[in-house]
């Protein structure tokens, strides 16, 4: 079960006006340590011990970096498969731009089928935002509830749908524990978009 928070952003519209539109946001409620992970795999009818999963998630890392550091692509099957890619600073002429123009080399994973879209496999329930449950949690101390936040709460938490049919169109992509929409822009950077998926 995937909890997700609403909340209402302004965007403009093709004619130049605001308007405003609910959105949902992944709110990550546990995060899963090395170690819980690798014992999670362990107790997969695996026949290796947590032990054994965490050398070989390591060597993987290990040998992912020395590929990367080849200029190679890594393709790991159903998980996707790993590419690096660069930024550099701009220069005027060929003769100018040097190694030294390259400022940063990081990986772009390329999604697999298994992680493209999770949505048809997905059952959600919706939460209050991060900071609608602040202002609850003072509502209690406080031992006042008012009205506003009342409707604020059941706006926030109608609409509960445990079927995995919705359409994923005309939405906002908005990843956990964060309520606000974010993107990173870059320049000179070369190896493809981030956004590549595996056919």
């Not at 020395?66 to 998980?79: A, F, R, S, T």
């Not at 991060?130 to 059941?154: D, F, T, W, Y």
Request: with cysteine; charged share 20%; aromatic share 6%.
């Amino acid at each position: 079960m995937v909890q997700v928070s609403k909340s209402a952003k302004q965007t403009m519209t093709k004619q130049g006006a605001r308007e405003t539109n609910i959105y949902a946001s992944v709110q990550v409620n546990d995060k899963v340590s090395t170690d819980d992970f690798c014992a999670h795999i362990a107790e997969h009818n695996s026949k290796y011990g947590p032990g054994d999963v965490h050398a070989i998630l390591y060597e993987v890392c290990s040998c992912l970096h020395e590929m990367m550091l080849n200029g190679k692509e890594v393709n790991l099957g159903p998980l996707g498969s790993f590419r690096p890619t660069i930024s550099s600073a701009a220069a005027k002429t060929y003769a100018e731009f040097t190694s030294k123009n390259i400022k940063m080399m990081s990986v772009i994973w390329k999604k697999g089928k298994l992680f493209k879209n999770l949505r048809s496999e997905a059952e959600f329930t919706f939460v209050p935002t991060r900071e609608l449950q602040v202002l609850i949690n003072q509502a209690v101390i406080s031992g006042e509830m008012p009205e506003e936040l009342v409707v604020r709460l059941s706006g926030s938490t109608s609409g509960n749908d445990t079927s995995n049919s919705g359409s994923g169109t005309g939405g906002s992509s908005t990843g956990g524990g964060d309520n606000s929409g974010s993107g990173t822009t870059g320049g000179g950077s070369t190896g493809g978009n981030s956004g590549d998926d595996e056919p």
